[in-house]
């Protein structure tokens, strides 16, 4: 890799030995992708994907403490993923208690994040994306980000260039001010090796399409044709709320960093086809096909039949119009089934910045009539508390379904359940 | 006993025992439980192919990792706690949070490492068996033995 002056100095270790070690890390990581060079981080903030004090992730808090103790810290603010629990959110004694230990190393942690550059208290949210967390990269921005869901929507729905590095090294770029310039940094790693041709009969649930294609395409960049026609050709609030559940599916079940939708994202509306390779591989996505894809989501539940003790939506992290939108087909399936709080014990997640807005609306108070909960935490981290994975959750999101034992059911069934069944 | 070549992204030289899982292996999925509770079976429910086996100190052998973003530096802990398989060895080009967890692993560590070797091909994944002997060699070499 060819460096510049100044890379090759920081490499030679003019700012410490550690500096020279988060480079020797950076350059080594790109070459094994072919990078000949690094380039500056050009986005205002960065964006961390660690947000949890996991007891046994020490060793990432002790190579931390280093960068600290030697001041290698970040040369741009960043927010971070969420926080892990929320005393607002239902657990038993000892789930609190397993909580705490599993979780031993957050306070030192939070210490570290804010010694390290974090922009500011209200900043743990997967989706530091919308307007009301403010860290929205512009078109053309180079990014130092993890979090698999914030990078695919940085990337195809914002137009910005990241490549899905890991957690630590995200922190490595923004503490370099370079990242090794390979994959989606480059107008080549962004071209489309797939052609999605989307033939359902309405408007797919962004959380089962989303699955679907990143289960058959994996790593590489689909061009889906087919979803304007329902989504429109402009990037509507509705629509950004549709791909960011729909990209973090695609992220999730496999590991998608950027896709093109035809006629609505940046890249796919400027360069149309010219984006799509030769030779690339066609998906055919029909209703069948959903629902194939749908029925072969695996449950561990030991008892299927168990009655859910938990509900949780809003992984990734809800828009206010979800918020809202959720509010009024709750109070209308509870008021048609005469009840006046769900049935199961409900949680909504959303960032800070969201929370505070909606609670300036008249939806806060008719939501918490009906009994839901609304918390800023992460529910994937949540559920690594080990006495959940043995209870009946239920989720409309894939993402939580692909990393915990919560069960998938889409989010026509989930009101059903929530407000009617309760089972 | 067949013989492969793939490229060494972080070298070294073990012998362990095969775990093969031919769909891409979501890092966080089938590791987290390890952390939490000392447990060392994958856990992620989506993968039959490892569904519960045994992943420390084995040879897993797998077409890529998948997921969240947080994969490089599961490995990376991993290593560091002496919790990780004995190597990673991948039949397609290395993704990129794999890399990065071996490359933190080898930039980073001092005493644990992973030997990391991709592109070993289609027929290195076809070919191995839970249960086979691995033996990596520094320059890349992969050995499958039964």
Request: hydrophobic share 40%.
């Amino acid at each position: 890799m060819e460096l510049t002056r100044e890379q090759q100095a920081l490499l030679d270790g003019a700012k410490g030995p550690t500096m020279a070690k988060v480079m020797k890390t950076l350059v080594q990581y790109g070459e094994v992708f072919g990078a000949e060079k690094m380039v500056p981080v050009t986005g205002e903030y960065g964006h961390l994907v660690l947000s949890f004090g996991l007891t046994f992730l020490g060793p990432v808090f002790d190579l931390y403490q280093k960068l600290i103790d030697e001041g290698c810290l970040s040369g741009q603010k960043f927010t971070c993923d969420p926080r892990p629990y929320d005393k607002n959110v239902p657990q038993n004694p000892l789930q609190k208690t397993v909580a705490k230990a599993v979780f031993g190393k957050q306070a030192r942690y939070e210490k570290q994040l804010e010694k390290l550059g974090l922009l500011n208290e209200d900043s743990y949210t997967c989706t530091c994306y919308l307007d009301e967390i403010g860290n929205t990269p512009k078109e053309g921005d180079v990014l130092s980000w993890a979090e698999s869901s914030a990078v695919v929507y940085a990337n195809s729905v914002l137009g910005a260039r990241c490549n899905r590095n890991s957690g630590i090294i995200e922190l490595f770029g923004s503490v370099a001010g370079y990242v090794p310039y390979f994959g989606f940094l480059t107008d080549e790693g962004r071209r489309a090796d797939w052609i999605v041709e989307l033939k359902t009969s309405k408007l797919p649930d962004a959380q089962i399409l989303g699955s679907a294609i990143g289960m058959k395409v994996m790593e590489d960049v689909p061009y889906v044709k087919g979803l304007d026609k329902y989504l429109g050709t402009e990037l509507t609030d509705e629509a950004k709320t549709y791909l960011k559940d729909f990209g973090a599916a695609t992220a999730s079940n496999g590991a998608v960093g950027l896709y093109h939708i035809e006629n609505l994202t940046p890249e796919a509306k400027a360069q149309g086809e010219a984006l799509i390779r030769e030779n690339a591989k066609v998906y055919v996505i029909d209703d069948a096909e959903l629902q194939r894809v749908k029925d072969g989501y695996p449950c561990v539940w030991k008892d299927l039949n168990a009655k859910p003790k938990m509900c949780f939506l809003g992984c990734p992290h809800m828009t206010l119009e979800q918020l809202t939108d959720w509010t009024q087909k709750i109070e209308a399936a509870l008021k048609e089934a005469g009840n006046d709080k769900v049935l199961v014990p409900t949680v909504f997640t959303t960032s800070q910045g969201v929370l505070k807005k909606f609670n300036q609306t008249v939806y806060a108070g008719r939501l918490a009539k009906t009994g839901v909960i609304v918390s800023c935490i992460c529910p994937l981290m949540f559920m690594d508390n080990p006495l959940w994975q043995h209870e009946p959750v239920i989720t409309s999101s894939n993402k939580l379904r692909t990393y915990t034992t919560a069960r998938f059911y889409d989010n026509a069934e989930i009101l059903n359940i929530i407000t009617k069944e309760g089972k | 006993m067949k013989e492969f070549k793939g490229r060494v992204i972080a070298a070294g030289e073990v012998t362990a025992e095969a775990v093969v899982t031919r769909q891409g292996f979501n890092t966080l999925a089938s590791m987290q439980m390890m952390f939490i509770q000392s447990k060392t079976k994958c856990v992620d429910q989506s993968n039959p192919d490892i569904y519960k086996k045994i992943l420390m100190g084995k040879a897993l052998c797998l077409p890529q990792t998948i997921g969240s973003t947080t994969g490089g530096m599961f490995l990376y802990s991993a290593v560091q706690s002496g919790k990780a398989p004995a190597c990673l060895l991948f039949s397609k080009e290395i993704d990129s949070l794999a890399a990065a967890g071996a490359v933190l692993a080898d930039v980073w560590s001092e005493n644990a490492k992973m030997p990391t070797i991709d592109k070993l091909g289609d027929e290195f994944l076809e070919y191995v068996q839970d249960g086979d002997t691995i033996t990596v060699k520094p320059d890349g070499t992969v050995i499958v033995d039964r």
